[in-house]
Structures are given as structure tokens and as C-alpha cells.
């Protein structure tokens, strides 16, 4: 028997047409219908509020305006098609009817899932930036290990090098290296005494009760997964109904400050390491530079902010999807059950 999925609203009276049409088919093509009322849901009302009526039976939908005939042709083909497919035995229609007759929990947790994706997403974001503030806090109050813990596992995902980094509970939120320029704070070197140049050194300070305590996450990273956290909550507070940035807004102010920033102090610290007139001649292209607070973290800022705006309307296209989907599952297998089948 075909199942018909039949999306309305109250006070249609195309609707009302339909649904008598669908009865007058009913003996020349057996089939559940299952209503749908898109009134008061955002999803349904998005995908089908400008073609109500609307029905679906298998892969076939039809949009408003249809008459009777239509339907026949609709009802039709599926039919058909149903008689085929049972006919060769194929593996993935019978697998496919099997699922349509129960919901798994598999199907409970999509659901919730893809409603509530973004409550998730933005508590691990809160947790994952979070984290490294909470370790110079634990250190400070005498509980190394666990900083300890926090730290280590941080440093995997980060250089976490000192004078890139913010400090809590010091005289300064930060110690630049001189090379940054930064007038009116002191450096990394002249308050902790090591060098500055040295890589390993400054990664491993973690701080004393002068200088504060280090987050466990470089300014930069702070600042991604901050402009992350933020979009993520503005995002979800105006519904998810923000549409993805253009590729090239993201190229343009997300990707290329930061690459620029990032790189050039990356490639100006290599080429200083080498000498000869190539070097010299890219070396004036490319000079030795060491990027401020400030501009690393508005880079980041930037880079965050439009990765997520970017990124999570494509995620909420495919989970305003799932939802469809699962509404209508749902639906199906609960008249289902309500009619005793």
C-alpha cells in the first residue's frame, strides 16, 4: 500500500479539494494518508508555506496548483514504480520500508540532534575556549595538576608560546618581544629573563605571581574560537536564519589578514636565518616582523567570525533537512500506530 504524505493548513480550501480527490482515488490506489498541519512550525512553513497543498508519495511530489488527474498520474507512478521494485526484490526499497516502520533511536537522537545542534556546538566551543583560562586560575590557586593536565593536552593544538600569549592575574595581560614594538609594556625577556628567541623556553613559561599566569590558548586562538562562540550565539538567538557568507567575503576578510600576518612572520623569521644576495633580495620583500596583540587578535577575530558565518548556515541547511525528513517520518509511523497498524 502507497504512503501518502499530504502537507496542509487550516482554512485551505485548495487543501480541502485535495484531500477529497485523494478519497476518490483511494479504491483504484490503496494508500495511508498521513496529514501534515505546517501551521506554527518554522521548517514546514519555510519548505512548503508558498505551495500548500502539497503531497508527496514516494519520490513524486506535487506542488499547488493540481487537480485530480494529477494525483491519478502521481498515485500512478508510484504505484508502478512500488510493483517494480518488490518485484526484483531490491535490497535497498525493502530495507527502506523496513525503517519507515519504526522509529530507532537512532531516529530519536537526529531529531533532537538537529534541533539542538547549535545549544551543542556552542557548549563545546564554551568549554574548548574556555579551558585555557581556567588553567592560569588553577595555577594560582595552588592546583597544578589539573592546569597541568589542561596545558598539556593544549599544547598539542597550540604553539603556545608566551609572549603570543595573554596572561591573568599579572602586571601586564601580555609580554611581547621587543621586536613587536610595543611601547609602554614591559617584554618577555626583560621580566622573565629568558630569550626571547628561544622557542622551547617560551612555550614551557607558564608564569609566577609577578608576571600572571598564561592561557593555555596563543592570543589568536582566543580570539578564533571567541568570534566562533560569538557568531555561534547570535546565530542561534535570531533563529538560524542567517544565510552563508559569499566564498569570497570569507577569502577576502577571513583568510587573507590572517595568512598575511601569520605568514609574514612565519616566512620573514625563515628568511632571516639565511644569507646571500637572494635572501637579502627577498629578505627586503619580506622582512623580519613580530605581529602586536591587537592585530593578531582582530586577525583571529575575523578569521573566526566569517569561518562560522561560512560554515554553520550550510549546517543548517543540511539539519533543517534531517528535520523535514524525520517530521515526516515521525508523522507517518504515529498515525501508524494510532490506526493500529
Same mark, same amino acid.
Not at 508558498?50 to 493540481?66: C, H, M, N, Q, S
Not at 614591559?186 to 622557542?199: H, K, P, R, S, Y
Given at each position: 500500500?502507497?504512503?501518502?504524505?499530504?502537507?496542509?493548513?487550516?482554512?485551505?480550501?485548495?487543501?480541502?479539494?485535495?484531500?477529497?480527490?485523494?478519497?476518490?482515488?483511494?479504491?483504484?490506489?490503496?494508500?495511508?494518508?498521513?496529514?501534515?498541519?505546517?501551521?506554527?512550525?518554522?521548517?514546514?512553513?519555510?519548505?512548503?508555506?508558498?505551495?500548500?497543498?502539497?503531497?508527496?508519495?514516494?519520490?513524486?511530489?506535487?506542488?499547488?496548483?493540481?487537480?485530480?488527474?494529477?494525483?491519478?498520474?502521481?498515485?500512478?507512478?508510484?504505484?508502478?514504480?512500488?510493483?517494480?521494485?518488490?518485484?526484483?526484490?531490491?535490497?535497498?526499497?525493502?530495507?527502506?520500508?523496513?525503517?519507515?516502520?519504526?522509529?530507532?533511536?537512532?531516529?530519536?537522537?537526529?531529531?533532537?540532534? &538537529?534541533?539542538?545542534?547549535?545549544? #551543542?556546538?556552542?557548549?563545546?566551543?564554551? /568549554?574548548?575556549? @574556555?579551558?585555557? +583560562? $581556567? %588553567?592560569?586560575?588553577?595555577?594560582?590557586?595552588?592546583?597544578?595538576?589539573?592546569?597541568?593536565?589542561?596545558?598539556?593536552?593544549?599544547?598539542?593544538?597550540?604553539?603556545?608560546?608566551?609572549?603570543?600569549?595573554?596572561?591573568?592575574?599579572?602586571?601586564?595581560?601580555?609580554?611581547?618581544?621587543?621586536?613587536?614594538?610595543?611601547?609602554?609594556?614591559?617584554?618577555?625577556?626583560?621580566?622573565?629573563?629568558?630569550?626571547?628567541?628561544?622557542?622551547?623556553?617560551?612555550?614551557?613559561?607558564?608564569?609566577?605571581?609577578?608576571?600572571?599566569?598564561?592561557? &593555555?590558548?596563543?592570543?589568536?586562538? #582566543?580570539?578564533?574560537?571567541?568570534?566562533? /562562540?560569538?557568531? @555561534?550565539?547570535? +546565530? $542561534? %538567538?535570531?533563529?538560524?536564519?542567517?544565510?552563508?557568507?559569499?566564498?569570497?567575503?570569507?577569502?577576502?576578510?577571513?583568510?587573507?589578514?590572517?595568512?598575511?600576518?601569520?605568514?609574514?612572520?612565519?616566512?620573514?623569521?625563515?628568511?632571516?636565518?639565511?644569507?646571500?644576495?637572494?635572501?637579502?633580495?627577498?629578505?627586503?620583500?619580506?622582512?623580519?616582523?613580530?605581529?602586536?596583540?591587537?592585530?593578531?587578535?582582530?586577525?583571529?577575530?575575523?578569521?573566526?567570525?566569517?569561518?562560522?558565518?561560512?560554515?554553520?548556515?550550510?549546517?543548517?541547511?543540511?539539519?533543517?533537512?534531517?528535520?523535514?525528513?524525520?517530521?515526516?517520518?515521525?508523522?507517518?509511523?504515529?498515525?501508524?500506530? $494510532?490506526?493500529?497498524?
Amino acid at each position: 500500500m502507497l504512503k501518502v504524505t499530504f502537507y496542509t493548513r487550516a482554512n485551505c480550501h485548495l487543501c480541502e479539494q485535495a484531500k477529497t480527490d485523494l478519497e476518490s482515488l483511494q479504491d483504484r490506489f490503496p494508500h495511508t494518508l498521513t496529514e501534515i498541519d505546517i501551521a506554527g512550525d518554522v521548517d514546514l512553513e519555510a519548505a512548503y508555506g508558498l505551495d500548500i497543498p502539497v503531497v508527496e508519495v514516494g519520490p513524486y511530489r506535487l506542488k499547488a496548483p493540481f487537480d485530480r488527474r494529477d494525483l491519478a498520474m502521481t498515485l500512478g507512478a508510484a504505484s508502478d514504480r512500488a510493483t517494480h521494485l518488490q518485484a526484483v526484490e531490491d535490497p535497498r526499497y525493502a530495507r527502506g520500508v523496513q525503517r519507515g516502520k519504526r522509529i530507532s533511536p537512532v531516529d530519536r537522537f537526529a531529531r533532537w540532534f &538537529a534541533r539542538r545542534y547549535m545549544l #551543542v556546538f556552542n557548549l563545546f566551543v564554551l /568549554l574548548y575556549v @574556555g579551558l585555557p +583560562f $581556567a %588553567a592560569p586560575v588553577m595555577l594560582r590557586a595552588g592546583m597544578e595538576k589539573p592546569a597541568s593536565l589542561i596545558y598539556t593536552f593544549y599544547g598539542g593544538l597550540c604553539h603556545q608560546l608566551s609572549y603570543r600569549s595573554f596572561f591573568l592575574f599579572g602586571e601586564q595581560p601580555v609580554y611581547p618581544r621587543a621586536a613587536a614594538g610595543l611601547e609602554g609594556y614591559a617584554t618577555f625577556q626583560q621580566v622573565t629573563g629568558l630569550d626571547e628567541n628561544a622557542i622551547l623556553p617560551a612555550r614551557a613559561f607558564r608564569g609566577n605571581d609577578v608576571v600572571g599566569y598564561k592561557v &593555555a590558548l596563543c592570543q589568536r586562538d #582566543v580570539a578564533i574560537y571567541g568570534a566562533i /562562540l560569538l557568531f @555561534g550565539v547570535l +546565530f $542561534a %538567538a535570531t533563529g538560524r536564519k542567517w544565510k552563508p557568507l559569499p566564498f569570497w567575503a570569507w577569502l577576502l576578510v577571513g583568510i587573507i589578514p590572517i595568512g598575511w600576518d601569520g605568514g609574514s612572520q612565519l616566512v620573514g623569521a625563515i628568511v632571516a636565518s639565511f644569507h646571500g644576495p637572494f635572501w637579502d633580495f627577498v629578505g627586503r620583500i619580506f622582512p623580519p616582523r613580530e605581529s602586536v596583540p591587537a592585530l593578531r587578535v582582530l586577525t583571529g577575530f575575523l578569521f573566526g567570525f566569517t569561518t562560522a558565518w561560512f560554515g554553520y548556515p550550510l549546517v543548517e541547511e543540511t539539519m533543517r533537512d534531517t528535520r523535514l525528513l524525520l517530521t515526516k517520518k515521525f508523522a507517518q509511523v504515529e498515525g501508524a500506530q $494510532a490506526d493500529g497498524g
